[in-house]
């Protein structure tokens, strides 16, 4: 059997069969071909084009600068370097707010351009026309409600949200709309974990957290955040697996002494 053969995608069905058998969903950013490649080969089961990439690749406050073309781009190169996962590609701020036509048209470019499987979308019932007709075009959507990055100058802090009766109804009569338009799944961002267990056991669709707790469906964590690349971003819900930061700056001093001390290149590093 060839080594294409024996590479199984991951679906949107996929997931669901996922939730289903209680089997837990792995979920990571990416924003490049090579880091793709190298998370799609240790297994994970989804890829996030996240438009965090405003902020770990273009130095961004926020995520609202990044714009369309520019995701398109991350998406591409992603695409290229992962075989296996299913990719979803964030929907810039702008894309889709407001105007079922330019979501639609934006979610159309992703798809053709990029190759990507699907898109994610910030809100719940503001933007349940645009949902409709995404989904309607065949198009699938990874929701998100919570915390909505995007969102950030309305709420003014990254605390935690939904603390409050009223928020927390909001989002669960959210995840229902959201679910029964056809969206995929749905990621819990920065709840309490108490309502995100209520939210996972009430829906059919996947779960993904990100400090929401151990009872969702899946987690995601920013592939920067978690290997130690960013070294300013330290929430709470955050677990660092690595120190990239730390290991490539010991890696670029010991070249530097290397290069000034002529001990790189040696007779056997030349020709």
Do not use: W
Not at 27 to 52: C, E, H, N, P, Q
Not at 78 to 96: E, Q, T
Not at 154 to 183: I, P, T
Not at 185 to 198: D, F, H, S
């Amino acid at each position: 059997m060839s080594a294409a053969a024996e590479v199984k995608r991951i679906t949107t069905a996929t997931l669901q069969k996922m939730k289903a058998s209680g089997q837990k969903i792995s979920m990571l950013t990416a924003y490049d071909f090579s880091f793709a490649r190298m998370i799609d080969g240790a297994g994970i089961d989804v890829i996030l084009v996240g438009d965090s990439a405003s902020n770990v690749m273009a130095g961004h406050e926020t995520t609202l600068p990044i714009t369309l073309d520019q995701m398109i781009y991350h998406a591409q190169s992603v695409v290229r370097g992962a075989k296996r996962c299913l990719i979803v590609v964030d929907m810039p701020f702008g894309s889709y707010q407001g105007n079922g036509d330019i979501a639609l048209a934006s979610a159309i470019r992703i798809m053709k351009e990029t190759g990507a499987h699907a898109v994610k979308m910030e809100g719940g019932e503001e933007i349940l026309d645009s949902v409709k007709r995404i989904i309607s075009a065949g198009i699938p959507i990874m929701a998100h409600l919570g915390l909505t990055p995007q969102s950030i100058y309305k709420f003014g802090s990254y605390n935690v949200r939904a603390k409050e009766e009223a928020e927390a109804n909001k989002l669960k009569k959210d995840a229902l709309l959201l679910q029964d338009a056809g969206c995929f799944a749905v990621v819990l961002e920065k709840i309490p974990a108490t309502l995100a267990r209520e939210v996972s056991d009430s829906l059919e669709v996947p779960t993904i957290g990100i400090g929401a707790g151990a009872h969702c469906d899946g987690q995601v964590l920013v592939m920067h955040d978690m290997l130690g690349i960013n070294t300013e971003f330290r929430p709470r819900f955050l677990r660092q697996y690595l120190n990239i930061h730390e290991q490539v700056t010991g890696a670029v001093k010991q070249y530097i002494d290397d290069v000034k001390s002529g001990g790189f290149p040696t007779d056997a590093e030349s020709y």
